[in-house]
């Protein structure tokens, strides 16, 4: 197996917790965020709140995929990852608020919570960033022409930053931390080539030490006999004499 794959199972299995909390937190804290933002104040409240519980019940659909074992941690933290960006957009379309602070705290928390604990792909990384600047604007545009001002007046623009460095800080760490996992590997393999070394060096002492033992006593009963012999030819002679 190559480095690669060994790096792919050793990044699966080190981050699993992670995404499995960024999935659960999202069930169930994200149909909980509309009470405490302004769309409880909105004539939207009622279809905010369903469209939220319908995206928990699609994230827990996918969920229990992945417990179910049809899709890995950092697929099943990825889709749900963009299934809230989706809903997200369809939020900004739906509903004028008139202030998107406490929407943004949530959605870069949100974001900065994946940069830092979440393990994937580039790819995945750049996706979730394109689809965050598509459909972000297109959603709060077509809600109103001012909405998207509105959105970055009130720190929407931090968000939109820390989506465009997601990608690059994302290949930075994987770069890192791969160069270290071969590095670790490389010497966990070159301890194992020396144990399987010293293992057939010792097993071959032990082969020569016991084949010279061997040897060494059948030699001694051929001269022993030999000796005796001799010894036993030697008395007759003097017994003949």
């Known amino acids: 197996m190559t480095n690669e794959v060994f790096w792919d199972k050793y990044i699966e299995s080190m981050s699993l917790w992670r995404h499995r909390v960024f999935c659960v937190v999202y069930i169930i804290a994200y149909p909980l965020l509309v009470f405490t933002s302004n769309y409880i104040d909105t004539a939207n409240f009622k279809t905010v709140l369903g469209l939220r519980l319908l995206c928990s ?3 827990s659909i996918l969920l229990l995929f992945h417990f179910l074992n049809k899709i890995d941690g950092r697929k099943v933290s990825f889709a749900t990852n963009l299934i809230i960006i989706v809903f997200h957009s369809l939020f900004f379309a739906i509903n004028q608020q008139s202030s998107y602070a406490i929407l943004n705290i ?15 792909p580039v790819s995945y990384a750049l996706t979730s960033m394109v689809l965050v600047l598509v459909l972000y604007p297109i959603g709060l545009y077509y809600n109103s022409p001012t909405a998207l001002q509105q959105f970055f007046n009130d720190g929407g623009i931090f968000h939109i930053i ?11 760490r994987n770069k890192a931390e791969y160069q270290e996992f071969c590095i670790q590997n490389g010497l966990v393999l070159e301890n ?3 144990e399987i ?3 057939e060096a010792l097993e071959a002492a032990n082969n020569k030490a016991e084949f010279l033992s061997i040897m060494s006593h059948e030699i ?7 000796t005796g012999i001799v010894y036993l030819l030697k008395d007759k002679i003097s017994d003949n004499k």
């Open 197 to 199: 070394k010293y293992a």
């Open 57 to 59: 019940a699609i994230l």
């Open 106 to 120: 949530e959605i870069t928390v949100s974001t900065i919570f994946v940069i830092l604990a979440i393990r994937w």
């Open 220 to 226: 001694r009963t051929a001269l022993n006999g030999v």
């Open 162 to 172: 820390a989506n465009l460095l997601f990608p690059f800080v994302v290949r930075l």
């Open 192 to 194: 194992k080539k020396l």
